[in-house]
T-cell receptor
């Protein structure tokens, strides 16, 4: 199947700093990618839709100024958590749909804010 | 997108078939049923999807009732590595690239030796 990668796989940062997470579709192009977050023992929560060449669409309750999304090319979307705080510690996952409408997920990025 | 209801947990003996049910009584005519699973601390994995006909691939079979209000994912010979949370999602799809997936709570399947 198609492959989606994320980098880094885990990151520890200090409170108040910013962290950038990359999501790449390795063998297909994606005009749209999605970003999710997942807290322990909970389901995935959709944060935003990343659109190549245009602004991201954020789900209700997600702060767009805190979670900056840039979809710079057909294979790369980035999520920047700005001024991170301990409550932002979570598992961040991206996904991208193929033309056959099979959506593939990245392996996730574990963010810990100290 | 239509909402789905799944049992929170299920057990299955290794080597036996695992049948995971999903209710989606408000599904619309143009909505597909998708199944994903998530093994602990990994990204979700696509399993299968269908509109109204039963579907089978190398991983599983998907049985959709004639009225499309429910479906069952079948893992024919469950192994310990099939232990995961299984998500049933209903949404507009079938080549409509870009449709978002809204995850419910899923079913935690435990395959036991």
């Amino acid at each position: 199947g198609a492959v989606v990668s994320q980098h880094p796989s885990w990151v520890i940062c200090k409170s108040g700093t910013s962290v950038k997470i990359e999501c790449r579709s390795l063998d297909f192009q994606a005009t749209t990618m999605f970003w999710y977050r997942q807290f322990p023992k909970q389901s995935l929560m959709l944060m935003a839709t990343s659109n190549e060449g245009s602004k991201a669409t954020y789900e209700q309750g997600v702060e767009k100024d805190k979670f900056l999304i840039n979809h710079a090319s057909l294979t790369l979307s980035t999520l920047t958590v700005t001024s991170a705080h301990p409550e932002d510690s979570s598992f961040y996952i991206c996904s991208a749909p193929t033309r056959a409408d099979e959506q593939y997920f990245g392996p996730g990025t574990r963010l810990t804010v100290t | 997108d239509a909402k789905t209801t799944q049992p929170p947990s299920m057990d299955c003996a290794e080597g036996r078939a695992a049948n995971l049910p999903c209710n989606h009584s408000t599904i619309s005519g143009n909505e597909y049923v998708y199944w994903y699973r998530q093994i602990h601390s990994q990204g979700p994995q696509y399993i299968i999807h269908g509109l109204k006909n039963n579907e089978t691939n190398e991983m599983a079979s998907l049985i959709i009732t004639e009225d499309r209000k429910s479906s069952t994912l079948i893992l024919p010979h469950a192994t310990l590595r099939d232990t995961a949370v299984y998500y049933c999602i209903v949404r507009v799809g079938g080549g409509n690239q870009g449709g978002k997936l809204i995850f419910g709570q899923g079913t935690e399947l435990s395959v036991k030796p």
